[in-house]
């Protein structure tokens, strides 16, 4: 199965950002989001109403929300970790809102400082909350393939969190390999478990994380099963300040240049994209890692 068309979350304002160790201005930030939407993106993840403490990166999110302008045709989403981010974020004009959690134990514990169970079961009100006030909500299951500490995560467990999330009242359900470890070995049986578990496809997002080469080979084999919503940062960035052994994510661009050798619509400029990857290195001081933008800023021979 190939897809006429996907859809791209750009994750690097926020996924991506928190894991550098420069922190951007909040004027370069809003510059950022522009850049995205000018290149074509349509669902774009703007910053995170977590702790200052535990991501100063993205300490500024009530600026950056108040004084983002939004854009016709594009969506805005603030992660929030709990009630007190949802009032952040609802006071910031924030209209959609994703929410995490692990599909792991160690993952939820270390991350979190909750059991599996205690911070799913603890989205329910912030979810309920959230649609009540007219908000689209994303949920976000991390360490889907398998986790450090806890190893290889059952597709059933997936299957069951991504179930409850949906049953919260989330829009959409993105799957994270968090560490990057996956192969179309995994992906495929995972999908097979969602299947079993009646969780719509249609509703169902991938999150994949680079770090063995393996992103781009597992979107195909989660297209190949029906799925054409997935996550990616311009440039590569990203990775997680909890886990420390994660990747970079898939780069945007990377994703655009397959698709369109396939014929795949995204509605994304790539040269507009490669040239927003190229300036966003500039601001983070190093050369990004996606293969595309290396390859657009390479001499010919």
Not at 263 to 292: F, M, N, Y
């Amino acid at each position: 199965m190939r897809p006429e068309r996907i859809s791209i979350v750009e994750v690097a304002p926020r996924d991506g950002l928190q894991a550098e160790d420069r922190t951007l201005s909040t004027d370069v930030k809003l510059e950022l989001l522009e850049r995205l939407a000018d290149a074509g993106h349509s669902a774009i993840e703007a910053t995170s109403f977590v702790s200052p403490k535990a991501v100063p990166q993205l300490a500024d999110a009530e600026e950056l929300m108040k004084r983002l302008k939004p854009r016709a045709g594009v969506r805005y989403t603030a992660l929030v970790p709990n009630e007190t981010g949802l009032e952040r974020a609802l006071a910031s004009g924030a209209r959609e809102i994703a929410v995490f959690a692990s599909a792991s134990e160690s993952y939820s514990r270390k991350n979190l400082n909750r059991s599996r169970d205690e911070a799913v079961a603890g989205y329910e009100p912030v979810i309920k909350k959230a649609k009540d006030a007219g908000l689209r909500v994303r949920g976000y299951l991390s360490m889907v393939v398998a986790d450090p500490w806890d190893g290889p995560t059952p597709g059933a467990v997936v299957a069951d969190l991504s179930r409850r999330f949906l049953d919260f009242g989330c829009d959409e359900i993105s799957l994270g390999d968090t560490i990057g470890v996956g192969t179309p070995g995994e992906i495929t049986p995972l999908l097979s478990a969602l299947r079993r578990a009646d969780v719509p496809l249609a509703k169902v997002a991938f999150h994949f994380h680079d770090t063995y080469g393996q992103a781009l080979a597992n979107v195909l084999a989660a297209m190949a099963e029906g799925i054409t919503i997935f996550d990616a940062s311009v440039g590569g960035i990203g990775g997680s300040p909890f886990a420390k052994m994660a990747g970079g994510n898939l780069a945007t661009e990377d994703l655009v240049w397959m698709c369109k050798g396939m014929g795949i619509e995204t509605g994304i400029d790539l040269d507009k994209l490669v040239a927003t990857s190229h300036w966003l290195g500039e601001q983070l001081g190093r050369e990004l890692p996606a293969h595309v933008s290396r390859a657009f800023r390479a001499p010919p021979r």
